[in-house]
Structure formats: structure tokens, C-alpha cells
Nanobody, 124 residues
């Protein structure tokens, strides 16, 4: 059974950094496309970092490019999201998701498996 558990969310000051972890179980995460998504209050869920299941190609929206980095540790079956230079507008619940069929996409509706989310709050 596919299971994803996010961790690492916290309260951080603007300009700070956080690393989120997505621990996968029940499947080999290296064979799946993995995405990090976020949803702020009153906002739609949006993709912030996605990595392909084939060759590790990544994609980021302009809003987080050069600040966020997605990476895999296949030995630990874990995917990370390193977030630097955090801004108040990054405040949201962050989710990781996995899908076996897609190659690379950050469109949330394409993903079948989701974690429960972890809260990131950026505030002084």
C-alpha cells in the first residue's frame, strides 16, 4: 500500500530556510514521479517542485525557482524539498504526492497518492 508521510514543517522567519521530507513506504519512490504541492488558506493547491520518475528532471514555477530544490534519496526512499529565502507568501500546508504513470508534471490532479501535509508558516 502506497503511503507518504511529510515532515519538517515549522514556523520560520522571513529569509529563513526549511527542509521538508517525504518518506515513502509500500513502493519504490524512485520509480514514481514525485511532486511537492502547497495550499494556502483560500487558495488552490499548486505545485512547487516536481521530479520525474525517469531521469530526475525537475520543474519549478517562477515563484519558487532558485529558492526551492527537490531531491531524492532512493536508498532512504525519501524525497526532500529544500526551501531557502522563505517569504510570508510561502506560508501554506505542504504536501508530497506520487504517481507511477506520469513522467513529469506539477499538475496536482494527475497525482494519485498524497501525504497528509505539513504546515509551513513564514512570519516574523
Amino acid at each position: 500500500q502506497v503511503h507518504l508521510v511529510e515532515s519538517g514543517g515549522d514556523l520560520v522567519q522571513p529569509g529563513g530556510s526549511l527542509r521538508l521530507s517525504c518518506q515513502a513506504s509500500g513502493f519504490t519512490s524512485g520509480n514514481y514521479a514525485i511532486g511537492w504541492f502547497r495550499q494556502g488558506i483560500g487558495k488552490e493547491r499548486e505545485g512547487v517542485a516536481c521530479i520525474s520518475r525517469h531521469d530526475g528532471t525537475t520543474w519549478y514555477p517562477d515563484s519558487v525557482k532558485d529558492r526551492f530544490t527537490i531531491s531524492r534519496d532512493n536508498a532512504k526512499n525519501t524525497v526532500y524539498l529544500q526551501m531557502n529565502s522563505l517569504k510570508p507568501e510561502d506560508t501554506a500546508v505542504y504536501y508530497c504526492a506520487a504517481d507511477r504513470l506520469i513522467s513529469l508534471s506539477c499538475y496536482p490532479k494527475l497525482y494519485d497518492y498524497w501525504g497528509q501535509g505539513t504546515q509551513v508558516t513564514v512570519s516574523s
